[in-house]
């Protein structure tokens, strides 16, 4: 049976905590695994014993901060994962929110039970409710209201399939605790007894009941169970009017137990139905008074209330004593609805029945909240901060935006529909559409303009960029189309918003992922006829080859950018084999600019799902095999098993340090045991800086360190072209502040006022440009084609390296340094310790020179063009992968798998 985690801000006494208990034992006893979290103020209840585990102590209060909010959603996300929970069950207040996000974000089913009106009013008002309608409401799988007032008053909020389940009890407990005696008419002297929690919206009604049965002739003492905030003003209350006959008893774990000792029960909610079904006289006190003595027409009013008396009518002096001296039990009223062994069974049914699904927007707004300079930006109520409004306001409205999305399509196909059923032409049909786009279009401006002018300017999220959002309907119908449009939307946002966005565009990537895998079989068997058919151009190459090298990419292949796997495929081309270029594929239905086929001189790209659905069929291979993987993604891990059983060489290169560019946002596809695992089966490995190597050391000894390098074909006859003398200096690359030290760049600039500096690249962070109109000798270029970029440095004397210092730097061998040697340039780094090996390269400690001047004329080198020319033919392009193609032919783990 189900695991299930019972979440609630409270769980001292109350009609919450006895709802969890009843619930809690009757599942026991059908095998489920009860556990329950609550609020850091409930270490004095003692909990019930059918709960297997119970954590207390967590911070679930709407009066904590942003930062105590994520940490609890930490916890209940590790508490979800340690006991395997299947189900959350959140109940009111503090709770809700931090359980919708740990189920949802855990893939688990959610529960909500609605106990009162309170349950909903704690999120009133904007932007609340659209915090409840378009992500609480949206998230919770199965939504539990106790009376039919609550599913009216809830259901704008929540789904319409949720279900009534009213107050449940265990009826063989109460009914031997009350009275039974029928004939408790003549019954002159009563006690009675209230159960109440003492808050302040409860406060009016007790007070009411004490003032009735001061002044009857029939109640000579009351007692009242229960706690709370104004305890000491009920006190003050029956003090300052001598009630001596009203006493206080406080908390009682089970008020029930006590009910033999009274003649009647006083209450709301549970307390009352408690006192009913044990057989006592029960008086309804409702928030606003006394409502009387429930006969059988007040129950029938009271159950659609949840028996908490709103909309009843409080009752008169006169008629309460009248009916104090006219009691009944109440025999004739079904109250058996209430038996828990009736109402519990329809819970188990509809957790079968549903499925766990969350809104989009859900995690948008989760990973926006994660961004670190917000979370600890204020000490404030998370529930009323600006970070936590503003993350509201903008997913909420693009919530509602893909409502009106999914309004517009429903009305285009319903009258798509009515126009073909009634046999209108053609004509008539798309003027018909026509006018009703329009319509729509006015809507479109309407709302345009709701969303400039509304006071969503003044939080902390601005939405203007949601217009681009309205510029195609049809995108957001086709999973495939929608997910090229949302990649082409997330790049075209400044780097600062994708940033706070990378957490949740992983997410989606791997989720895309992992659905376009599990449609792949890697291991399927095709037959000899139908190879003859569907085998491509480049399938028939790979096995006609002698020497053959699979090696995936992030990029398409272009033969004048320089990255390392294109000039691996062009080298590997050069030594004499066959090369299967693999270009990444975000979905299968992406379409590569060049496609699939011949590129360059045996060299093909083959996209990544056609590679994938083929793999299987280059059968058993006795040449010269190698899978050079060069990104640690899962899919590659798996395709280095059927190839390793096909005699392949399997060689992983590290490029990068893909866990800390992954913690930067990057390698979206990123996991750590993945790579793991690569390392673990490959028969060589190479890196390609010193720190890679040292961080892999407890895995295996004998990773060789092989960098970057260059290719003088690409570079042309442009070697040593730059101008010593020249008082400029630049850089070429990316331009992300994740990595990129602008703080260096302007430090140089400001001590060294007669040089020039010249930036060329992308990716710069929004707030640069303005920084860069502060300093006069800064150029920004922005892109240059590789082949252009020698009309620029042949007027530099220093090439820049600015990196920050951190694990993604130290494990970078920036390719741009090879570059920058073969022009000519000394070259300046900041970050990348290991490059102070390399000839004419400075590297600049900036911590050590925080509090002194860098001067440029001080750190230029005198260029010894013999030692830079040995550098360079060892580092060259076609040396670096001869020297990978001789290692990976001598060391063979695939010798294990020799065949016969």
Not at 290 to 305: D, H, R, S
Not at 850 to 877: C, G, M
Request: charged share 25%; hydrophobic share 40%; with cysteine.
């Amino acid at each position: 049976m189900y695991r299930i985690l019972m979440v609630s801000e409270s769980y001292r006494h109350g009609g919450v905590e006895t709802y969890i208990d009843t619930m809690s034992s009757w599942l026991h006893e059908k095998d489920c695994k009860l556990y329950l979290a609550t609020g850091e103020s409930n270490e004095s209840k003692v909990v019930h014993a059918s709960i297997d585990k119970y954590y207390c102590g967590l911070k679930l209060s709407h009066n904590n901060s942003l930062a105590e909010l994520l940490k609890t959603i930490d916890e209940l996300r590790n508490i979800i994962r340690e006991q395997n929970i299947d189900v959350v069950h959140a109940h009111p207040f503090g709770s809700i929110i931090p359980s919708v996000f740990a189920a949802k974000l855990e893939n688990k089913k959610l529960v909500l039970t609605v106990h009162g009106p309170s349950t909903i009013t704690s999120f009133s008002g904007a932007p609340y409710n659209d915090l409840l309608r378009y992500i609480i409401g949206c998230s919770v799988d199965l939504t539990l209201y106790v009376s039919e007032e609550m599913k009216f008053i809830s259901e704008p909020f929540f789904r319409r399939d949720g279900m009534i389940l009213p107050n449940f009890f265990d009826f063989n407990e109460l009914n031997n605790r009350g009275r039974n005696d029928k004939n408790i008419v003549h019954v002159s002297k009563q006690k009675w007894v209230v159960v109440s929690r003492i808050d302040a919206q409860k406060l009016p009604g007790i007070i009411h009941f004490i003032e009735l049965a001061s002044r009857s002739n029939q109640i000579y003492e009351v007692d009242i169970i229960g706690n709370g905030p104004v305890l000491e003003e009920l006190i003050d209350y029956i003090k300052s009017h001598g009630f001596l006959w009203v006493n206080i008893i406080g908390e009682v774990a089970k008020p029930s137990a006590l009910f033999e000792k009274y003649f009647g029960v006083a209450g709301m909610g549970r307390a009352l139905l408690e006192g009913i079904i044990a057989g006592m006289p029960s008086v309804l006190v409702g928030y606003d008074g006394v409502k009387g003595i429930v006969n059988n027409a007040l129950f029938e009013k009271a159950k659609t209330c949840n028996f908490s008396g709103r909309s009843l009518r409080t009752v008169e002096e006169e008629d309460f004593e009248r009916d104090l001296t006219n009691i009944k039990i109440l025999d004739e009223i079904e109250v058996c609805n209430y038996d828990v062994n009736k109402v519990l069974p329809s819970y188990l049914t509809r957790l079968d029945q549903v499925d766990t699904t969350a809104p989009e927007v859900l995690y948008s707004l989760y990973y926006y909240l994660q961004s670190s300079n917000l979370t600890n930006a204020s000490d404030e109520s998370y529930i009323s901060s600006p970070v936590f409004l503003g993350g509201i306001y903008t997913y909420a409205t693009r919530r509602n935006i893909d409502h009106l999305y999914q309004r517009i399509y429903d009305l285009e196909e319903t009258m798509s529909q009515r126009l073909h059923d009634a046999n209108i032409t053609n004509k008539f049909h798309n003027e018909g559409v026509a006018e009703k786009l329009s319509r729509i279009e006015a809507s479109l401006k309407t709302f345009y303009s709701y969303l400039e002018h509304k006071n969503v300017k003044n939080k902390s999220i601005k939405i203007n960029r949601m217009k681009s959002l309205f510029l195609n309907i049809k995108w957001l119908f086709d999973k495939n189309k929608r997910y090229v449009a949302l990649k082409n939307m997330y790049w075209s946002l400044p780097e600062w918003l994708r940033l706070k966005l990378d957490r949740y565009r992983h997410r989606y990537v791997q989720k895309k992922l992992l659905s376009n895998a599990s449609n792949i079989n890697l291991y399927k068997n095709v037959t000899t006829e139908e190879c003859s058919v569907c085998e491509p151009d480049w399938l028939l190459a790979a096995k006609n080859s002698s020497k053959l090298l699979i090696v995936p990419c992030g990029f398409e292949f272009d033969e004048l950018v320089n990255q390392r796997p294109i000039n691996a495929a062009k080298e590997f081309s050069a030594l004499g084999f066959t090369v299967l270029f693999v270009a990444w594929q975000w979905s299968p239905n992406e379409k590569l600019s060049k496609g699939c086929g011949l590129v360059y001189d045996k060299v093909y790209q083959v996209p990544l799902y056609e590679f994938m659905n083929s793999v299987s069929n280059i059968n058993y291979y006795f040449g010269e095999a190698i899978f050079l993987i060069t990104m640690p993604a899962k899919i590659f891990l798996d395709v280095s098993y059927v190839l390793r059983r096909n005699n392949f060489s399997i060689v992983y290169d590290i490029m990068d340090e893909w866990e800390e560019f992954n913690l930067a946002g990057q390698a979206p596809w990123y996991k750590k045991d993945i790579e793991e695992g690569i390392l673990l089966s490959a028969d060589s490995v190479f890196c390609v800086a010193p720190s890679l190597k040292e961080k892999f050391s407890f895995i295996r000894e004998d990773i060789d360190v092989l960098g970057n390098g260059y290719s003088e074909i690409v570079l042309g006859d442009n070697k040593f072209i730059a101008d010593r003398n020249a008082k400029k200096i630049g850089y070429v690359g990316h331009l992300t502040d994740a990595w990129f030290d602008w703080d260096f760049i302007f430090r140089l600039a400001l001590d060294n006022k007669e040089y020039e500096i010249h930036i060329i690249g992308y990716g710069e962070p929004d707030y640069i440009h303005d920084v860069l109109k502060k300093h006069s000798n800064i150029f920004f270029h922005g892109k240059v084609y590789p082949k252009d970029l020698h009309k620029h440095i042949r007027h530099w004397s220093i090439g820049l390296i600015p990196f920050k210092k951190g694990k993604l730097s130290q494990a970078v061998d920036p390719i741009k340094i090879y570059e920058y040697l073969f022009f000519g340039l000394d070259v300046i780094v900041t970050g990348i310790e290991h490059l102070s090996s390399y000839p004419n390269t400075v590297v600049v400690d900036v911590d050590k020179e925080r509090l002194e001047q860098v001067n440029i004329d001080e750190l230029k080198l005198r260029v010894n063009k013999k030692d830079i020319n040995e550098f360079l033919l060892k580092t060259s392009w076609h040396a670096r992968f001869e020297y990978m193609e001789k290692i990976s032919k001598n060391k063979r783990i695939g010798c294990l798998y020799d065949h016969e």
